[in-house]
């Protein structure tokens, strides 16, 4: 089994910055890929980021291109959300992911086995 969790969420001012952070335990498979996605109230979870095991090829949604990157350090097991001058919309709970045998786009939900609980995001205007 692997756990997931993430941290870092909270309240930002809009074009501020924040960083989500998503830390992997247990038994992690080699290999996997890891996604962000989010969920605001009312709408359906879309992903936002997503990097495969080498880091190279990450995909960004439209939505946030240009204003959030990913990243994973593979040796501490984690994977990172670099939110750079969010929007009032960009609120909403951010979900980490993992899983096997995935690949770019990484955007998927059913693809993905392993989630965390989830970080609550709330950018004021």
């Known amino acids: 089994q692997v756990q997931l969790v993430e941290s870092g969420g909270g309240l930002v001012q809009a074009e501020g910055s924040l960083t989500l952070s998503c830390a992997a335990s247990?038994?992690?498979?080699?290999?996997?890929?890891m996604g962000w996605f989010r969920q605001a109230p009312g709408h359906e979870r879309e992903v936002v980021a997503g990097?495969?095991?080498?880091?190279?090829?990450?995909y960004i949604a439209d939505s946030v291109k240009g204003r959030y990157s990913i990243s994973r350090d593979n040796g501490k097991n984690t994977a990172n959300l670099k939110m750079n001058s969010p929007k009032p919309e960009d609120t909403a709970v951010y979900y980490c992911?993992?899983?096997?045998?995935?690949?770019?786009?990484?955007?998927?939900?059913?693809?993905?086995?392993?989630w965390g609980q989830g970080t609550q995001v709330t950018v004021s205007s």
């Open positions: 247990g038994r992690a498979p080699s290999g996997y890929a």
């Open positions: 990097i495969g095991w080498s880091g190279g090829g990450a």
């Open positions: 992911a993992a899983g096997v045998g995935i690949y770019y786009p990484f955007a998927s939900m059913e693809d993905y086995d392993y």
